[in-house]
C-alpha cells in the first residue's frame, strides 16, 4: 500500500496526469501519508498560483429556486424557508460597499430564479462594471446558451457551476430532472464563451466513494477548469437527505489536496462549506491546496435565509469584521492577501 501510495505521488508531483486507479490511491491515504499528501498540495499550491489569498466577495441576492435538488435547502419544496430577493439597488449598494472595502471580485449567486431574466441580470453586470473595477463572478446554475452568451458579453468574468457528482445516475437521483450530461454540456459552452469557468463537487454525497471522487478530480481535468469549489456535504434537516451522515474534513481536505495536484494553476477555495463542519475548516483547507476565500458580503438581514446547509459560517459577522478576520488568517500563514482581481492565466476580459 504505502508503495503504491508513493508511487501515485511521485508520478503526479512529475507533472503527469495519475490514472483512476492512482487517484484512488491518494484518496485513501492513511497516518503519516495523509500529511505527505497536504504538504506536496501545499508545495504545488505555492508554485503553481503563489501566496497569495484571493478574497471573493459573495452576494447571495435570492433564496428563490425552481429546482429541488434533494441536498439543499433552498429547494422549492422547501416550505418552510422564507424567501427574499434583492433589489437592484441593494445589490448595487452591496457590491459597492465591498469593492470600497478592497474587494476585487464580486460573486453574485442565487438560487434558479427566473424573476431575474437574462436581461436584467446581464444589465446589472454591465452596471456594476460601469461603475466598479472589479472582476464578476455569475453562479446562478442552469440558463439556456444564449443567456450565458448576453451575460459574457455583458462584461461576466467568470461562471461557477458546479458538476456535483460525476456519478451520472447519482447525479440525476439527487438532482431530480436533470442529468450530467447537460451538466458537462454547459460547462462546455461557458469555456467556449471565454468565461474562467469554475466547477466543482460535494464531498461525502451518500453512494459516493473513492472510485467517484476520482472521476469527480478527472472530470474536473478534463474540462480544464479554472476553479474548483470542493466541499463537504452537510445534511440539511428539510431535505429529502435530511438522515444521511455529511463529508468529513479530512476526506474533503484529501479531495482539495489531490485536485491541487491535478491542477496546479486552478483557482481553489477553502469553501464556506469546510469552515462550517469545523471552526479551523477553511485555515485547514489554505494549508492544503487552497488560495481563494469567498466572504459572505449579503447584507446582515438576509443572511439567515440562504440556508443551503444549516450552520454555515459567517451568519452573524459584520463584513468589515469578516475581512480583518480574514486578513489576520491568511497572514499568520505567512500568506498575503491578494490586490490584483486574481484572473487566471490566459483571460481575455471583454471590458
Ligand atoms: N443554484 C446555484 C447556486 C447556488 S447552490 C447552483 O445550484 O449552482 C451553490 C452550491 O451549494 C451548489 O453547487 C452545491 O454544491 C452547494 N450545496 C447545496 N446544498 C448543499 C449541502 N447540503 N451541503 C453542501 N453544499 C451544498
Ligand atoms: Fe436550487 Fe442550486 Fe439549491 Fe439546487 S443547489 S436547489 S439549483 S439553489
Known sequence: MRAKFMDALYHTLCSQLPSHKQIVTLLEAEGEEVKELFDAADRVRASGVGNEVHLRGIIEFSNYCIKNCCYCGLRKSNKQLTRYRLTKHEILETAEKASSMGLKTIVLQSGEDPYYTGEVLAEMVIKLKSRLDIAITLSVGDRTRGEYQLFREAGTDRYLIKHETSNP???????????????????????????????????????????????????????????AGIGPFIPHPHTPLSSYPGGGLEETMKVLAVTRLVLPQAHLPA???????????????????????????????????????PNKACLTDDTGDILDHLSLLITSLGRKVATDHGHSPNYKSLN
Open 169 to 227: 445516475s447519482l447525479f440525476s437521483r439527487l438532482r431530480p430532472g436533470t442529468n450530467l450530461q447537460d451538466r458537462v454540456e454547459r460547462l462546455t459552452w461557458l469555456n467556449e464563451l471565454g468565461y474562467q469557468v469554475g466547477s466543482g463537487c460535494m464531498v461525502g454525497l451518500p453512494g459516493q466513494g473513492p472510485d467517484t471522487l476520482a472521476g469527480d478530480i478527472l472530470l474536473m481535468h478534463r474540462l480544464g477548469v479554472e476553479m
Open 271 to 309: 469553501t464556506t462549506a469546510v469552515g462550517s463542519i469545523h471552526s479551523d475548516g477553511r485555515k485547514l483547507a489554505l494549508c492544503c491546496g487552497a488560495n481563494v476565500i469567498m466572504p459572505n458580503v449579503t447584507p446582515m438581514k438576509y443572511r439567515p435565509h440562504y440556508q443551503i446547509y
